[in-house]
């Protein structure tokens, strides 16, 4: 059974930066593209960004490009996004997932918790 837990989310003022981390069980991690995913209040889940097994690449959502870094440390089973130049429209509850792009999440079901981020002056 997956299991993914994240944290490293809280409130931040507009401009500052927060560090996701995900630690992932039940997968063989070093094979598995990950990816972030997140859903704010009243709207469905969104892709984020996605990094392939060995790091080698990442792919974002326009939203994010230039701001978000998605990273792995497969020693860790652990997956991170930085999240630097935060907006108020990032607000959202966070998830990481098994996939690399947006279609390869959306038949996931073994969520973990997330964690929320809250970006407000």
């Known amino acids: 059974q997956v299991q993914l837990v994240e944290s490293g989310g809280g409130l931040a003022q507009p401009g500052e930066d927060l560090r996701l981390s995900c630690v992932a069980s039940?997968?063989?991690?070093?094979?598995?593209?990950m990816s972030w995913a997140r859903q704010a209040p009243g709207k469905g889940r969104e892709w984020v960004a996605g990094?392939?097994?060995?790091?080698?690449?990442?792919f974002y959502t326009d939203s994010v490009k230039d701001r978000f870094t998605i990273s792995r440390n497969n020693a860790k089973n652990a997956v991170y996004l930085q999240m630097n130049m935060l907006k108020p429209e990032d607000t959202a509850r966070y998830y990481c997932?098994?996939?690399?792009?947006?279609?390869?999440?959306?038949?996931?079901?073994?969520w973990g918790q997330g964690t929320q981020v809250t970006v407000s002056e």
């Open positions: 039940g997968l063989t991690f070093d094979t598995q593209a």
């Open positions: 997932a098994p996939g690399l792009l947006p279609n390869h999440i959306t038949d996931f079901t073994s």
């Open positions: 990094i392939y097994s060995d790091g080698s690449d990442a």
